[in-house]
């Protein structure tokens, strides 16, 4: 079975698509990974069970919050057999015998590289800007406390009722009004909760 699969937060965009037949649509923000959604997991579940065989979206980024995601989601279709096709880069993973194209190999290779860049610089500017605070003396609390640890900051009431929203793919704003907090404060737990993996569980 040949399928196609579209991501969207547009209500418009999700009611002109929702019926195509062996279309599959998430309706949903695009900060929730490929497998945790509706119908990404639908789809994961549907390949395991060998029924489809070619899948084709508008372009790769439909294919989850990242380029981690994105890769394990491609790496997920290829180890199962399953062709993908992205209309906007005009990459076809398969040949007509379930071989995975040269050029589809150079693509992913170069598509990995950049991943790995990304997350490596994200990581990078994450602790070099805790050692510039270091320096100035300004990564400490009131009363000269020390910041909280990674954990303890999850476990505070207010980011976990945030991290829950953020999970269920609520924008900042939105959950910024649902929870009664400041943007900035979802943005942190947003921005700490991807680079520990929270928005993962």
Known sequence: ????YLQTSDNHEAQKNINKENSYLDHCSSVIPFNKREKGSLIFALINQKKISKVVVPNISVLGRNQIDVLNTIDFFINND??????AERLETMDEYGRVK??????????RSLANMEYKNRKES????IQQAKDLGRYKGIGGRQLDSIEEFFEKP???????HLK????????????GSSPGLVQKVKRWAQDHNKLEN
């Open 82 to 87: 399953v062709s993908l096709f992205s209309q």
């Open 158 to 164: 207010k980011n976990i009722n945030i991290l829950r």
């Open 102 to 111: 040269p050029d589809a190999i150079l693509f992913l290779n170069l598509f």
């Open 126 to 129: 994450h602790r070099f800007g």
């Open 1 to 4: 079975m040949i399928i196609s």
């Open 168 to 179: 269920r793919g609520e924008s900042i704003r939105r959950t910024a009004k649902l929870v």
